[in-house]
C-alpha cells in the first residue's frame, strides 16, 4: 500500500470534490480509499506514506491530440521564406521534418516530450504519429519509450497518400498491426486507435481502405478534420462536400472515434458530431500559432458536442492549454464569461471521458477503483480553497512547473522534480544529438 497524504486533495468527484485535508490510499495501480489524513492512515498502518505537506494531490491530466514525432522541430531553421499559410507550414515543415526520422529518431524525439509531460503533471496521452521513411515498427518503437518513462499512452500512425501508396499502405499495417498488439496484450498503459492524416491528403479510395481493414477491431480513428480552411476547399472542391460529412459518409464518425481541431465546421457538421457522439478535440494553442482561426467551441458545446482539450504537440504543460483556452473564446467572442466554466470542462471533464472509451478504468479523477495517477502540485493558496472556488485556482494559481510528484499507475515516475530511474542529462545530449544529424537531412 501507497498513502499520499497531509494535502489539500481536489478529487473532481462531484460526490465529494475537495478534502482540505485528504489522503489517497493506493493497491498496486488501483485507488482504493481517498478519505482524511488520520482516517486512512489509521485504516492502513504499515503503509508507505509521502507527505506532501499541504501541497495540492490532484488527478493526473490528460492530453487527448499530440505529436511527440515533432520535438526535433523545436529550433529548426527553415530553408524558404516563413510560411504565410497553413499549407505552407505543413509543406516547409512538418512534411519535411517526418520524412527524414529514423527509429532512433523517433524514440529519442518520443522520450523528450514525454519526460516533460511527467514534469507538468499529464499522465495519460492520444498520440497520432507520423514518420514516412520509418513506418513500420514506430509505434512500438514509441510505446517503448513510454514504457521506459512510465506514461500511459493511446497511439495511432497517421495514413496519408502524400507519400505515395505503399507508404499509406504501409501507414494501414502499422495501424493494424498495432491495434491487434495491444488487444491482444490487454495492458492498462498501451492502446490502440487508427490514425488518418486529414482529409485533403486522403483519397477515396484510401479511406475506403482504412475503413475496411478497421473494420472489427472496436478501435476508433483518430484524424485532423476542418484544421484549416484548406482542408474544407479541398474537400468541397473534389468531394461536393463539407470534412465532416464526407468522413460521416465513410462511417468514421462515432463514439471512439477523435475529430481533432473541428475549426472551420458549420451546423449541420456539429448536429452530425454530436448525433455520431465523436469526440473532438480543441487545440487553442496550436490553432492560434498556425494562424488558423478560433474553433467555434462554445457553441459546439451548447449543441451536446463532446470536445476534450489536447495540446497537438504545441506544449506538454495542459494547465498552460487549460489558460490559454479559457482566454482564446473570450478574446473571439468578445465575452468575458465564455470559457470559463467550458474550458475545466474540456481538460477536467471530457478528456476523461474520452478515455473511457479505451481504459477500463476511470481516468482524470480521484474515486475509490480508478487508476492511481495522481500528481501533487506545491500551491499554497494565497487565499480560501474550497469546493466552490477550484477552478479559479487552478485557472490563476496552478502551473506546469509547480508538479513536484507525479505517479503513474501507482508507480512514483517522479518525486521532488526529480524523475525516477530516468537519466534525464543523458536522454537530452542524445536528443540534441540526433536532432543536429536530423537538421541536417531535413
Not at 73 to 92: N, T
Not at 229 to 249: A, M, N, P, Q, S
Not at 265 to 284: A, F, G, Q, Y
Not at 331 to 356: Q, V, Y
Request: net charge negative; hydrophobic share 40%; charged share 25%.
Amino acid at each position: 500500500m501507497l498513502l499520499i497524504g497531509n494535502g489539500r486533495v481536489i478529487t473532481r468527484d462531484e460526490a465529494q470534490s475537495y478534502l482540505s485535508d485528504g489522503c489517497v490510499a493506493i493497491r498496486d495501480h488501483l485507488i482504493v480509499e481517498i478519505g482524511s489524513t488520520r482516517e486512512v492512515e489509521s485504516k492502513y498502518p504499515g503503509s508507505d506514506f509521502i507527505d506532501v505537506r499541504g501541497r495540492v494531490i490532484m488527478p493526473g491530466l490528460i492530453n487527448t491530440h499530440t505529436h511527440l514525432y515533432s520535438t526535433f522541430a523545436r529550433g529548426l531553421a527553415l530553408k524558404d521564406p516563413p510560411p504565410d499559410s497553413f499549407q505552407q507550414i505543413l509543406e516547409r515543415l512538418w512534411w519535411r521534418l517526418d520524412k527524414v526520422l529514423t527509429l532512433e529518431d523517433i524514440y529519442y524525439s518520443a522520450l523528450v516530450p514525454l519526460m516533460d509531460c511527467v514534469k507538468n503533471g499529464t499522465t495519460t496521452i492520444f498520440d497520432h504519429h507520423a514518420s514516412p521513411g520509418a513506418v513500420r515498427g514506430s509505434l512500438v518503437t514509441t510505446a517503448k519509450a513510454a514504457q521506459a518513462v512510465g506514461m500511459r499512452c493511446c497511439q495511432c500512425y497517421e495514413v496519408s497518400d502524400r507519400d505515395g501508396k505503399e507508404v499509406a499502405e504501409q501507414g494501414i499495417r502499422e495501424n493494424m498491426e498495432f491495434i491487434h498488439y495491444c488487444n491482444q496484450a490487454g495492458d492498462d498503459m498501451a492502446k490502440g486507435m487508427f490514425g488518418l492524416h486529414a482529409s485533403l491528403t486522403l483519397s477515396d479510395e484510401t479511406l475506403s481502405r482504412c475503413c475496411e481493414e478497421n473494420a472489427g477491431t472496436k478501435a476508433g480513428f483518430h484524424i485532423h478534420a476542418a484544421e484549416g480552411r484548406v482542408d474544407v476547399e479541398d474537400c468541397l472542391g473534389r468531394y461536393g462536400r463539407r470534412v465532416i460529412e464526407r468522413l460521416f459518409d465513410f462511417g468514421i464518425l462515432g463514439s471512439k472515434t477523435i475529430a481533432a481541431h473541428c475549426v472551420h465546421i458549420d451546423d449541420r457538421e456539429m448536429d452530425l458530431l454530436r448525433d455520431s457522439k465523436t469526440k473532438v478535440v480543441h487545440n487553442p494553442e496550436s490553432n492560434m500559432g498556425n494562424a488558423v482561426g478560433c474553433a467555434p467551441v462554445i457553441e459546439m458545446l451548447r449543441r451536446g458536442v463532446h470536445v476534450g482539450l489536447g495540446t497537438d504537440g504545441y506544449t506538454c504543460d495542459m494547465f498552460e492549454s487549460l489558460k490559454v483556452a479559457n482566454l482564446l473564446h473570450k478574446h473571439h467572442l468578445t465575452d468575458p464569461k465564455a470559457g470559463w466554466e467550458e474550458a475545466p470542462d474540456m481538460l477536467f471533464r471530457s478528456n476523461g471521458l474520452i478515455c473511457e472509451e479505451y481504459f477500463t478504468r476511470p481516468l482524470g479523477k480521484l474515486v475509490p477503483g480508478a487508476y492511481a495517477d495522481i500528481i501533487v502540485v506545491d500551491y499554497d493558496p494565497p487565499t480560501p480553497l474550497h469546493a466552490g472556488n477550484l477552478d479559479a485556482h487552478i485557472l490563476f494559481g496552478i502551473s506546469g512547473p509547480m508538479v513536484d510528484t507525479t505517479i503513474i499507475n501507482g508507480r512514483v515516475v517522479m518525486r521532488e522534480r526529480q524523475l525516477v530511474d530516468i537519466d534525464e542529462a543523458q536522454i537530452l545530449a542524445k536528443s540534441r544529438e540526433l536532432a543536429a544529424e536530423v537538421w541536417k537531412r531535413f
